[in-house]
Structure formats: structure tokens, C-alpha cells
């Protein structure tokens, strides 16, 4: 039986053309934030911080390193999804100090938990916690997705830019952070010939995606 949600998923697509002069409201705008901050991750880390800009300058800057995509200046707004490689000792004890004090528990009560986590780090190299910390970064993004399809605002997830040049743009290399993935989100344009009504939403049948061991 088809849920109410699926349609939701049905109705959204990876939108090329937004229509620029449509923005999203304060409200909603607040809800796809909030998502992002609750979104899941490995050991509750949350390794990540989101940038979101409006600012038609700088949008115009970055688009310069996206291979021109219009969703860059076009949409009504423009996050990009960065890992905060400062995943250290430091961080991990500053998280379980607000993880005592948000639940009203004793701080000693979650040592274990605190060297749980510091032990799960430092048995990784360096390349391999970049990594892990990275797809950290696209589970918030599909939560954004998700949350933008329930509520009918449009996005498109993007990988085609420069990430250098959007670190060095938004100053994020100062700061630890690197940008991984971008979000346009906004209103489709009604003319864009990507939208489902125009060209159908192609995914495998089901009998080509799942495996059942009963």
C-alpha cells in the first residue's frame, strides 16, 4: 500500500532550473535547518557544519567554480555541506560535556562512552577518518533531501565544483572545515524539462534492488 510519503518522493526530483525570484519563507527555511541539525551520525559526532548563503555576490563567485550551474545563483538558497575535520580528543570531550549537561546526567557517567569514541579514532588513519568523517556529511544531506520533498521545496544536490576554490571563497580552511557537497534548494522553474511531469523518474523495479533472506 503506498504510504502518504511516497508521493512526496515521487514529486521530487535533482531540479536544473529554479525559478530566482521565488524564495523560500522564513518558516520553512527553518524546518530544513533544523532537519540538518537533527540528521544522524556514527557516534553522534556530528562532524559537520552547513553554510548557507543568499548573498548574490558571493553565489556569483562560486558559480565560477561550478562549472557555471545556474541552481548556484538561481535558487533561492545555496548550502554547502562541509566536514569539520577538527574531530579530535578536544572536540569529543567538549561533545560529552553538552551531552551531560542537555540529558541532566553526571559527566563521570559517560566516560566510557567519551573513551569509546576517542578509541574508535585513533584506530583509524588519517585517510580512513576523512573518509568515515566525509560520509558523515551526505547522511545530512539525504535527511535535506527528504525533508525538502515533504514539505515541496525543491533541491538539487550538486558535486560538480571546485572544492578548493569554494573553501578558499568561504574561508573554511581557517576555520577546519572543507566543503564536501552542495544543496540549492528553492522552487522549480516552469519551464525546467528535467521536473517528473515533463520527463519520467527512471529507478529500477524492485525486484532489481532487493534481496530477501527470509
Known amino acids: 500500500m503506498t504510504t502518504p510519503f511516497v508521493p512526496h518522493l515521487q514529486w521530487r526530483y535533482a531540479t536544473k532550473k529554479f525559478n530566482p525570484e521565488q524564495k523560500i519563507a522564513q518558516e520553512d527555511l527553518d524546518d530544513l535547518l533544523e532537519s540538518l541539525r537533527l540528521s544522524p551520525s ?5 562532524p559537520w557544519k552547513f553554510v548557507v548563503i543568499t548573498d ?12 557555471d550551474q545556474a541552481q548556484i545563483t538561481d535558487a ?4 554547502v555541506l562541509c566536514v569539520n575535520n577538527n574531530i579530535d580528543e578536544h572536540y569529543v570531550q567538549k561533545l ?22 576517542l578509541n ?11 573518509a568515515w568523517l566525509i560520509h558523515q556529511v551526505y547522511i545530512a544531506l539525504g ?7 515533504a514539505k515541496r521545496i525543491d533541491a538539487c544536490p550538486m558535486e560538480g565544483f571546485d572544492s578548493s576554490a569554494f573553501d578558499t571563497i568561504l574561508h ?25 511531469t515533463v520527463t519520467q523518474k527512471v529507478r529500477w523495479n524492485k525486484e532489481d534492488l532487493f534481496l530477501f533472506k527470509n
Open 76 to 79: 533561492s538558497h545555496l548550502i
Open 143 to 149: 535527511v535535506l533531501l527528504t525533508v525538502c520533498a
Open 120 to 130: 574508535s579514532l585513533t584506530h583509524q588513519s588519517a585517510e580512513e577518518k576523512e
Open 172 to 196: 573554511l580552511r581557517e576555520q577546519g572545515l572543507h566543503a564536501v557537497v552542495l544543496c540549492a534548494i528553492g522552487y522549480r522553474s516552469g519551464d525546467d524539462t528535467y521536473a517528473p
Open 56 to 67: 548574490p555576490t558571493i553565489r556569483k563567485q562560486l558559480r565560477e567554480h561550478a562549472w
Open 42 to 46: 556514527s557516534l553522534g559526532l556530528q
Open 96 to 117: 560529552i560535556a553538552h551531552t551531560a549537561q542537555e540529558r541532566h546526567i553526571p559527566l563521570e557517567s559517560l566516560q566510557k562512552l567519551q573513551e569509546m569514541i
